[in-house]
Nanobody
Framework: QVQLVESGGGLVQPGGSLILSCAAS????????MAWYRQAPGKQRELVAL???????NYADSVKGRFTISRDNAKSPLYLQMNSLKAEDTAVYYC??????????WGQGTQVTVSS
């Protein structure tokens, strides 16, 4: 059974930082493209950042220079370092693992709230 379990969300003040983690089980982690998505209330789910199995990364324009995605293929966690957080970063953040169109998994999400 595949499981993606996110952790690290919470309430943070504008300008603050958080690190999200995603623990994967039931998949050969090193072979999957991993990604973080987010969904704010009333908005569609959007890609925040992704990292391929060989470490190539891609970021949404809105988070470039502030967020960093990383992975440890030996131990399976996926990370999202979020700095200089803004109110508009408030959303539920989801971990995603994808190897093909039919081979894709989602975590349950973790809430990030940026507010003073």
């Amino acid at each position: 059974q595949v499981q993606l379990v996110e952790s690290g969300g919470g309430l943070v003040q504008p300008g603050g930082s958080l690190i999200l983690s995603c623990a994967a089980s039931g998949i050969i982690f090193s072979t999957y493209t991993m990604a973080w998505y987010r969904q704010a209330p009333g908005k569609q789910r959007e890609l925040v950042a992704l990292i391929t199995s060989d470490g190539r990364t891609n970021y949404a324009d809105s988070v470039k220079g502030r967020f960093t995605i990383s992975r440890d293929n030996a131990k399976s966690p996926l990370y999202l370092q979020m700095n200089s957080l803004k109110a508009e970063d408030t959303a539920v953040y989801y971990c995603n693992a994808k190897a093909s169109f039919q081979d894709e998994y989602w975590g349950q999400g973790t809430q990030v709230t940026v507010s003073s």
